[in-house]
C-alpha cells in the first residue's frame, strides 16, 4: 500500500512535551495550573441566549460570513473597544473560535515560500498553521529583559525580502505581555517600511491590566494591512462555544470567506446567537471577571516576590511566567519533578517555543484558594531545590 | 478603592488585610482605614455568617410574613415598621410596593415559634390588617452563593 499521509503534516512535530500532559492527566488528584481557559462559567445571561435560540428553532446554518446581526455588533465592539471602524458587510468574518481566523487568514495570504515572522514564546499553532499554508515560519525569541516585548530591532533584524505576515499575538499567552501604544509605535513604523502583513491576534485584549488594550489595526495607515483577530472564549469565558471573528481589509476577508465557505460552512448558529448578547450586555460581566484576575495576577506576584522567584510583571491574559534558571535545570525537568513530588502540574516555558526555556507558564485561571494551595507547594519545593543545591 | 473592597467582603466577610492589600494592589493600613471609616459612617453594618442550617442537622424554619397594615398618621410605615423589627426574633423588615405592605421575615425558628409570634405578636397589633405566613421550603441561593450542590469543573488539567 502506498503512504497514505501527506508528507507536510507528518513533518509537522508533535508538541515535544506530549509525555508530560499524558502523566497530567493520568494524576487526577494532582492541582493544575496549566489551564488555558478561564475558571468562570460562561455569564448566565449568554448562556440563556443560546437556549432561547434552540427553543426558537435557530437549528440552521447561517450565513458564511456569519449572522448579521453578531456582524453589527462586533464593529460597534470593536470600534468602542480599540477605535477601528469596520464594515459589517465586508470586513468581517466570524469564524469557529479565534484559531480558525489564525488558520483562513494565513492560508488566504501566502504563497509557498512567504515568510511568516513568528515572536515566540507565543501560542502554538501560528507555525504549524503557517507550515500548512505553505509559509516558511520565522521565529523571533522574545527577551525577558524586554519584558517579552517585541521591539522594532528584533523585529528588523529578521526581516528578508521574503518577509510577507507578522504575527502579533498580544496579549501574550504564555508570557502575559502586552504592548502598549508606546510599544507598538516603532513596530508600526517597521511594517510600514517593509510592507508586511499584520496578522494581531488579540483573543485575550478584554484581559488587560494596564490600560485598556490598544490593537495595532487603530494605528494611522495599519487597518488596510492587518487582519485582527479577536473572539469569545477568553474575554466572555465561551471557550466550547468555539467562536471568534477576523476582520481586516475586504480583500483579504473575502478569500478568506472563500476557504471558511469550503472547510466550514458557518460559525455554530447557537454560539453567534448567544455571543450578540455578551457584546450587548455583558460589560459588567467581563469587568468583574478581568478584576477578579487582577486580584489573582497580585496575588501571584507578590507571592513570587516573597519566595525570591524571578518574574517580571506581566499586564496581561491569566498567565505569569516566572523564571526558573537559578536551579540549573529544564523547564521540562522542573515542571515534572514539581508534578511528580509536589502533585502540582504547570506547563514549561518551551512548549511555547525554545526561548521558553528556564520559564514556567503558570495560569492563574484559578480560585485564589487553590493558588493559594499550589502556590504553598511551590514554596515549599522551590526551597527544598535550593537546600539541595546548596 | 472603597467600592472594590465592598466587592470583595461582600462575599468574604472573613477579611484578612495583608491578603486583601495585595489582591488589591495597595497597603494593608489604606484598607484598615478605609473599612474603620465604613463601619463609622454604618456603610458596613454588620458582618454576618451565611449558614445552610439544613446541612448543620438543626430543623429550623424560614418563614416569610406579607403584612398589610394601615400607616399612621404623620408617621407612615415608620412606626408600625419599628414596632415589628424591635423583636429580636425578627429577621429583616422591608417595606414593600404591590400587593402587601411590609415584609417580615424570621429566620432558624421553629414553626411553633414562628406561630406564636403571628399569632401573639404580630397579629395583634392594631394597624395590621391581615398577615400570610409563607415557609421557605428549600433554599437554592441565598446572599448571591448557591447552597445546592454543584459538580466540579470538567476543564482538561492542561491546554496550551
Redo the contacts between chains.
Sequence with gaps: MRNPLSKKVTDIQP?GIRKF?DI??EMPD?I?L????P?FDTPWRIREEGIYSLERGKTFYTSNSGLKELKTEICKYLNRKVDVKYDYQNEVIVTVGGSEGIDIALRAMLDAGDEVLIPQPC??SYLPCTILADGVPVTIPLQEKNEFKLTAEELEAAITPKTKVLIMPFPN??TGSIMTKEDLEPIVEIVKKYDLFVISDEIYSELSYQGDHVSIASFEGMKERTILINGFSKGFAMTGWRLGYACGPKEIIEQMIKIHQFAIMCAPTNSQYAAVEALRNCEEEVQEMR?SYN??R??LM?EFQRMGLQCFEPFGAFYVFPSIQEFGMTSEEFAMRFLEEEKV?V?PGT??GDCGEGFLRISYAYS?DDLKEALGRLEKFVNRLRSERC | MRKQILKYIEKKSKVDLKELAVLLGTDEVTIANEIAEMEKQKIICGYHTLIDWDKAGVELVTALIEVRVTPQRNQGFDRIAERIYNYPEVNAVYLISGGYDLLVTLEGKTLKEVSQFVSEKLSPVESVISTATHFILKKYKDHGTVLVKKSGSERMPVTL
Design positions: 508538541s500532559f497530567v492527566s494532582a493544575s496549566g489551564v488555558g481557559e475558571d501560542y502554538v499567552n504564555p478584576e486580584q489573582r497580585r496575588f507578590h502540574a506547563v512548549a511555547f485564589i
